[in-house]
């Protein structure tokens, strides 16, 4: 599948975006984290930034963006619908929350209803967007149950971490997040590793047998219906070399998982502001490391169309 | 609503005939020239005599060699919408464009609906729809819906443009869901099958596969050629001499 930058950026903004705003809204709105003016305004306008500058990069993948208002109404059958309402009804309790916990300086009572409401929001729109991808057949390596889970794991580690930049950045610091963060990181690394097994070794049904009718024996591509790349080889055959693949894999795994593990855990032992120095570091190996991750997913994903065209 | 009908009164679609289609393309141009003028229109081209051709088709003829235990033949394979009992290029449609109609079956994007996300190709199987970089909106075969019902062609013309222009009749046009038509028989006689059946999209159209070689056949394949002899005496000393 093509990378498109819209909306490799998309998920993973709106992934750190809604990680970081779940767990601002139950810490905060519970008051695990003291309400504070300065650490509150940056880290509800990080999230609410991260999430709306991910919103409208997606916006630049469509052919007719001034319409986009209408994929609010399918919400029965889409899942791309359902995350439109789920990311816009978000905004509501984490709007409230914000103006709570950072305006009015308090956690409790109504602000912590908005806090978990904001957070049970973030959680519905991250596991539609998960959906979207999880639900489509025609695309084996994202029609598995690897999936769901990894938008999930993300999402709760890219905001982990960011959150722990966030404490450690005002001398707040709590070894609880930053202990969570180096678990969830583990995790993600854990879950990813496993994904790539996992799609290595998929044995997919359909072939170019099944595509065409033609049983038995083998089927080759001799002529294609054209010359020249059309959409459908655009949008849906592109390819990556194994080469290029394992290398972006190791890059990943440095940037988005080994970088942050070991500089979190350097933060255990540094006096501040080294450890800010050193959180704010892994928030951004890892968001960077987590672009190249998602340009892999949609890089790596093939589409049974190609089988029509002769690629195996 | 994106969300499915729960039976449809007709099940209008395509039966391809792999044993006798030719892969003259005559049925692609037909589509190309009613369509860019029909209920989708325009059927964009994009730089169309320079170097980089692209544009919007609903109908392509792909070529394979297929190869078996019995021999090789070539198969000459249209590939164009299947108007799916369960299409998931329609559910996916957050807007409300695409849409199953319950009267008969076909598949078709409401183009002012479209807001060109791309989701619904990404979830069709078989390619079936192509996006109009130009309008910026998704497009698809129609079943020449605007053919089919239309009052003003004799009765006879009332086909899509493909079957009307195929020169070998390797394209039929029916009711599927009516195991009485002469379509289905056509399915039934010949073991016709689904594309990508494992996929449970349910295609409507169906393809015949090519009959078995009977074996009866003139055989055309010429003789083995057989080995050139060294050229010996005063011309074969000179051709040796000028290769050196």
């Given at each position: 599948m093509h990378p498109a930058f819209s909306v490799v950026f998309f998920t993973t903004a709106t992934g750190a975006g809604y990680g970081l705003l779940a767990l601002l809204g139950v810490l905060g709105g519970l008051g695990f984290i003291p309400a504070d003016f300065w650490l509150g305004l940056v880290g509800v306008a990080l999230a609410l930034g991260l999430i709306v500058a991910g919103l409208l990069s997606s916006t630049g993948h469509l052919g007719r963006t001034e319409r986009a208002w209408r994929a609010f109404s399918q919400w029965r059958s889409s899942w791309l619908s359902r995350e439109g309402v789920a990311s816009v009804a978000t905004f509501i309790p984490a709007g409230l929350f914000g103006i709570g916990w950072v305006f009015f300086g308090k956690g409790g009572g109504w602000v912590a209803v908005a806090g978990l409401l904001a957070a049970a929001g973030a959680v519905v729109t991250v596991c539609t967007t998960g959906m979207i991808y999880a639900s489509l057949k025609p695309i084996a390596q994202w029609h598995s149950r690897y999936t769901l889970p990894a938008y999930f794991i993300f999402a709760g580690m890219t905001g982990d971490v960011l959150l722990n930049a966030l404490l450690q950045g005002f001398a707040m610091g709590s070894a609880a997040v930053l202990t969570g963060a180096i678990l969830a990181t583990f995790a993600g690394w854990t879950w990813k590793i496993a994904t790539w097994r996992y799609n290595d070794q998929l044995a997919i049904p359909t072939t170019g047998?099944?595509?065409?009718?033609?049983?038995?024996?083998?089927?080759?591509?001799?002529?294609?219906?054209?010359?020249?790349?059309?959409?459908?080889?655009?949008?849906?055959?592109?390819r990556i070399a194994r080469k290029h693949s394992a290398k972006l894999r190791r890059i990943t795994q440095v940037l988005a998982f080994i970088a942050p593990i070991v500089l979190l855990i350097l933060v255990f032992m540094a006096p501040w502001p080294l450890t800010a120095v050193a959180s704010v570091l892994a928030a951004i190996s890892q968001f960077a490391g987590m672009l190249v991750e998602r340009w892999l997913f949609f890089a790596e994903a093939k589409h049974t169309v190609t089988l029509y065209y002769g690629r195996e | 609503m994106t969300c499915l009908p729960a039976r449809t009164e007709k099940k209008l679609g395509l039966v391809i005939d792999l044993d006798t289609c030719v892969g003259c393309q005559a049925c692609v141009t037909a589509c190309k020239e009613w369509n860019t003028g029909g209920h989708m229109a325009p059927l964009t081209d994009i730089d169309p005599y320079g170097g980089h051709v692209d544009g919007v088709w609903f109908n392509r003829v792909h070529a394979y060699e297929h190869t078996t235990e019995l021999g090789g033949r070539t198969v000459n394979f249209p590939r164009s919408c299947l108007h799916c009992e369960t299409p998931a290029c329609v559910t996916v449609c957050p807007t409300g464009a695409s849409y199953k109609r319950a009267s008969d079956g076909i598949v078709l994007v409401d183009e002012d609906k479209c807001i060109g996300c791309k989701l619904c190709s990404w979830a069709c199987p078989y390619g079936a729809r192509e996006f109009d970089t130009d309008v910026g909106v998704m497009k698809k075969c129609t079943l020449c819906v605007d053919r089919i019902y239309n009052d003003n062609l004799a009765a006879d013309d009332r086909v899509p443009a493909c079957v009307a222009a195929c020169p070998t009749s390797a394209r039929h046009f029916g009711d599927l869901g009516d195991p009485a038509s002469a379509i289905s028989q056509l399915v039934a006689a010949r073991g016709g099958v689904e594309l990508m059946p494992e996929l449970g999209y349910k295609p409507t159209?169906?393809?015949?596969?090519?009959?078995?070689?009977?074996?009866?056949?003139?055989?055309?394949?010429?003789?083995?050629?057989?080995?050139?002899?060294?050229?010996?005496?005063?011309?074969?000393?000179?051709?040796?001499?000028?290769?050196?």
């Open positions: 047998n099944t595509a065409t009718g033609l049983a038995g024996g083998t089927v080759r591509s001799i002529e294609w219906p054209h010359t020249e790349e059309n959409y459908l080889l655009k949008e849906m055959g592109f | 159209n169906k393809y015949l596969p090519p009959r078995a070689q009977s074996g009866r056949a003139a055989r055309v394949d010429a003789p083995a050629l057989e080995p050139i002899r060294a050229e010996g005496g005063f011309l074969g000393w000179i051709d040796r001499m000028l290769s050196n």
